[in-house]
């Protein structure tokens, strides 16, 4: 199996180093493909920039955890949420890892995409990925849980619009209702309702086959990024009723969600 018999950390270094050099290709390649990119302030490009990265992540991740659930012995999944490992399931959580450390020391350099709620998400992602990586434990309730970086897409193109003056069109609001149907069903229903049931399901067999920290860990991290996907999914409804108001008023100045909505991990995430 890729990785299975490798703890060194090349992998996520790897990913680290792909994701800075995706960062400053962005600095290079958007103001010959985005001219209104060039007059972004400083502290906009570097979001721009690191949301083109936040893209590709939650792209190739999503791809690894639906190949890994579909085509590596689904039922498997299913029935040993907590030993059961696989070589993409490795592979995804090597680019988990390198993307969050990535963005974490993005964040303590650039002070201005500081979120606290971003640092919960990320913070949790390292240590529950880390899991599922070194200690090869949790593979499917992670996997279950990576299909809603499906939605992050909608979140960055939903800023670079607003950055970009096209709050006002026809894509700008469809992107939005996009973004809150995604994250009111994928990240705070169907996800985590699949989550918790094999958590629920699978709870007496949990006390048997993984250590107690390990246990806490899961139910506890589970519940806790939950808390936090709901906390966005409500600033995005609020955000969305308020330019779905405005555009009914005549008026060009709804607000988007707060910068804090923004899953970077979530982009865990």
Same mark, same amino acid.
């Given at each position: 199996?890729?990785?299975?018999?490798?703890?060194?950390?090349?992998?996520?270094?790897? *990913?680290?180093?792909?994701?800075?050099?995706?960062?400053?290709?962005?600095?290079?390649?958007?103001?010959?493909?985005?001219?209104?990119?060039?007059?972004?302030?400083?502290?906009?490009?570097?979001?721009?920039?690191?949301? *083109?990265?936040?893209?590709?992540?939650?792209?190739?991740?999503?791809?690894?955890?639906?190949?890994?659930?579909?085509?590596?012995?689904?039922?498997?999944?299913?029935?040993?949420?907590?030993?059961?490992?696989?070589?993409?399931?490795?592979?995804?959580?090597?680019?988990?890892?390198?993307?969050?450390?990535?963005?974490?020391?993005?964040?303590?350099?650039?002070?201005?995409?500081?979120?606290?709620?971003?640092?919960?998400?990320?913070?949790?992602?390292?240590?529950?990925?880390?899991?599922?990586?070194?200690?090869?434990?949790?593979?499917?309730?992670?996997?279950?849980?990576?299909?809603?970086?499906?939605?992050?897409?909608?979140? +960055?193109?939903?800023?670079?619009?607003? *950055?970009?003056?096209?709050? +006002?069109?026809?894509?700008?609001?469809?992107?939005?209702?996009?973004?809150?149907?995604?994250?009111?069903?994928?990240?705070?229903?169907?996800?985590?309702?699949?989550?918790?049931?094999?958590?629920?399901?699978?709870?007496?067999?949990?006390?048997?086959?993984?250590?107690?920290?390990?246990?806490?860990?899961?139910?506890?991290?589970?519940?806790?990024?939950? *808390?936090? +996907?709901?906390?966005?999914?409500?600033?995005?409804?609020?955000?969305?009723?308020?330019?779905?108001?405005?555009?009914?008023?005549?008026?060009?100045?709804?607000?988007?969600?707060?910068?804090?909505?923004?899953?970077?991990?979530?982009?865990?995430?």
């Amino acid at each position: 199996m890729i990785f299975q018999d490798d703890e060194t950390l090349w992998a996520e270094g790897a *990913v680290f180093i792909t994701c800075t050099a995706l960062f400053f290709t962005s600095r290079l390649c958007s103001p010959l493909l985005i001219p209104a990119y060039k007059d972004l302030s400083k502290t906009k490009k570097v979001d721009w920039d690191s949301r *083109v990265v936040s893209n590709a992540n939650a792209v190739v991740t999503t791809g690894l955890a639906l190949y890994a659930l579909i085509f590596v012995d689904p039922q498997g999944w299913m029935d040993d949420p907590f030993l059961r490992i696989s070589g993409p399931s490795m592979m995804c959580f090597s680019v988990l890892l390198g993307y969050f450390a990535y963005d974490l020391c993005l964040i303590m350099i650039n002070r201005s995409l500081l979120a606290p709620t971003t640092i919960i998400h990320h913070v949790l992602g390292l240590w529950l990925f880390g899991i599922g990586r070194f200690l090869r434990m949790g593979h499917s309730l992670l996997l279950i849980y990576t299909l809603t970086e499906c939605t992050t897409p909608l979140v +960055n193109l939903r800023w670079m619009l607003a *950055v970009l003056n096209l709050k +006002n069109t026809s894509l700008y609001l469809n992107n939005g209702i996009g973004m809150a149907l995604g994250f009111l069903l994928v990240r705070s229903f169907i996800i985590p309702s699949m989550c918790f049931y094999l958590l629920y399901s699978k709870y007496d067999i949990s006390l048997v086959v993984i250590p107690n920290i390990i246990r806490y860990s899961c139910y506890s991290g589970m519940a806790i990024i939950h *808390v936090v +996907n709901t906390y966005w999914t409500f600033l995005i409804w609020q955000g969305l009723f308020k330019a779905l108001k405005d555009s009914k008023q005549g008026s060009s100045k709804q607000e988007g969600p707060a910068r804090s909505v923004t899953v970077k991990q979530d982009k865990l995430h």
